[in-house]
């Protein structure tokens, strides 16, 4: 699984434990609803971080708490 994929399930958990959808998510984080679902678009590769910290700050999570999952720990090098 790639950072990206990682990165998508680990919003789409959050908003699902906060029964949000990811407009709202976009709304809340000062985030244009595009940028939210383009992100979703598993043919886009690139996440800046600060598009993810700005999704962070929108649901009161720090970018320690985000990564700090063990899909995170798990994933493969990206150099290959």
Request: net charge negative.
């Amino acid at each position: 699984m790639s950072v990206k994929d990682v990165v998508v399930k680990r919003f789409q958990k959050l908003c699902t434990e906060r029964n949000m959808k990811i407009n709202e998510l976009a709304n809340i984080s000062g985030v244009t609803p595009s940028t939210a679902y383009s992100m979703m678009d598993e043919s886009r590769r690139d996440i800046s971080i600060i598009t993810i910290k700005k999704f962070c700050d929108g649901l009161d999570i720090t970018l320690g708490e985000f990564f700090s999952t063990p899909e995170f720990d798990n994933l493969e090098q990206e150099i290959k």
